[in-house]
């Protein structure tokens, strides 16, 4: 994470900031015909077709944004457990900000996370339906060559993952899903969660770290909050980068749609100006004999050690 920028209270009239599908289009934008936008961050990506969709935003060269992931009823029940989630909490929101694990119990109940889990598959084969250079680059090791790491992003200590995850996993999963369904996931610390943002809140510019990124936005621009959104920069390979420039690009989808990112993209949650701005957000990579284990529970409980427990885990 890095800690960075004050964000002046107007947004520059530079960045491009585009909160309705279709409702402005111009050199960001393709409409792929596959039932989701492509939006470029590097224009020339966007001609170059040696490179597929999956590599590209591995690069952090492309964000997608799938429409109508989740429906209205079903972004307002996950909102409100945000909210009822706010509400049971005693510390004020750093930042105007509140962030929960779905598999936080205290948090959430099990209905929730069923909601999650249900909306993240059907994210997950729209993906492995329409962009499968997706699970190809990024998520499944390569039988030849070790590509696996190369492609991965930097950590979070900017290191290049070296150790891939053992050759048997092409043999067992052929998609994001079934790596999903089997547990072969790494996530990120405390994702997959659910972000509240109340006036004033935001989540400052850095990178996810992890090979994608879903964040679905459960509550709409205009009808529910001002300012907010998702704003990305360009450039995303410097490691060092702290940008004190505003993004090049906000988006701000209606609620329900799935915005889909690689871990280099420098990004952040921009400032909310009135109401309540909500996600669900959650990166994850392909588990490998490294990965920490408190990353692999996923929507589920951690498992709980009773105090008396004298053992090692
Ligand atoms: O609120 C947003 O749009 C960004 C959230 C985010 O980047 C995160 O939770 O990692
Ligand atoms: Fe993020």
Redesign the pocket.
């Known amino acids: 994470f890095l800690p960075l920028l004050q964000y002046p209270n107007r947004i520059s009239t530079t960045t491009t900031t585009i909160s309705r599908r279709f409702s402005f289009e111009d050199d960001w934008l393709e409409d792929d015909d596959e039932d989701h936008d492509i939006y470029w961050l590097e224009d020339f990506a966007a001609e170059n077709e040696d490179q597929s969709l999956g590599e590209a935003i591995g690069a952090g060269e492309a964000v997608v944004c799938i429409p109508d992931v989740a429906s209205r009823e079903e972004t307002l029940d996950l909102f409100q457990a945000g909210l009822n989630a706010v509400a049971r909490r005693d510390e004020p929101a750093a930042r105007g900000r509140s ?1 929960f694990s779905v598999s936080d119990p205290e948090a959430f109940s099990s209905d929730v996370v069923l909601l999650c889990d249900e909306i993240l598959c059907r994210v997950l084969d729209h993906l492995d339906d329409t962009i499968p250079s997706i699970f190809e680059t990024l998520f499944v090791p390569d039988d030849i060559a070790n590509d696996w790491a190369d492609q991965q992003p930097l950590n979070a200590q900017g290191e290049q993952p070296t150790v891939p995850p053992p050759d048997h996993i092409r043999d067992m999963c052929d998609s994001l899903r079934d790596l999903y369904l089997m547990g072969e996931l790494e996530w ?1 610390e405390g ?1 997959p ?1 659910i ?1 509240v ?1 109340e006036g004033g809140g935001y ?1 400052g510019a ?1 990178k ?1 770290h992890l090979a994608l ?1 879903v ?1 679905i ?1 459960l509550t709409t621009p205009d009808s529910d909050f001002e300012g ?4 990305f920069w360009k450039g995303n390979r410097e490691v060092d980068e702290n940008p004190a420039t505003q993004p090049d690009l906000i988006l701000k989808p209606p609620a329900g749609s799935a ?1 889909i990112f690689g871990g280099d993209v420098t ?4 400032p909310v100006a009135a109401g309540y ?1 909500s ?1 669900f ?1 959650c ?1 994850f990579s392909t588990k490998t004999p490294v990965s920490q284990p408190d990353r692999l529970h996923g929507m589920q409980a951690p498992p709980k050690v009773s105090p008396n427990f004298k053992g090692t885990i």
């Open positions: 962030r990120s994702e969660a972000n943002y989540f850095h996810d990124t964040l936005p907010g959104g998702t704003g915005l990004h952040a949650g921009m701005r996600v957000v990166s």
